[in-house]
């Protein structure tokens, strides 16, 4: 498996989410992103994950809620990647992914684009 700490791994999901068009940062809303080192034991390769309210499903309901979560695991990624460029273009594009949740893209749409 490949190493890298976790402070390494932080810094690579943060220029990740520098590299988001400002135009697309700016209508993301009420939402925070994590690491974690390793997901839930029932899905131990999973790379990311996005719990929330998507942009498209909130109504005038939606006040007061804590924000959305998007979690991106170091672990599994490291484990399926060769190099550091491997797990910095994975990380991006699992990024990217778990984004497109927030803003309503659903994993069908994600693979056509490529973000699979």
């Known amino acids: 498996m490949l190493e890298m700490t976790r402070e390494e ?4 999901v943060a220029e990740a989410l520098d590299r988001i068009p ?11 992103v ?9 899905d131990p390769e ?22 959305d979560r998007i979690t991106i695991y170091r672990g599994p ?3 399926m990647c060769e190099s550091r460029e491997d797990v910095v273009a994975e990380t991006e594009i699992t990024v990217v992914h778990e984004i497109a949740h927030h ?8 693979h056509a684009l ?3």
């Open 77 to 79: 990624t490291l484990r």
């Open 46 to 67: 999973l790379l990311g994950l996005y719990e929330g309210t998507p942009l498209t499903e909130r109504g005038e309901w939606y006040a007061g809620v804590l924000p």
């Open 9 to 12: 791994f932080e810094e690579l």
């Open 22 to 32: 400002p135009e697309l940062a700016r209508l993301m809303d009420n939402v925070a």
């Open 114 to 116: 490529g973000y699979g």
């Open 103 to 110: 803003f309503g893209i659903d994993d069908e749409r994600l």
């Open 34 to 42: 994590f690491v974690e080192d390793e997901p839930a034991p029932d």
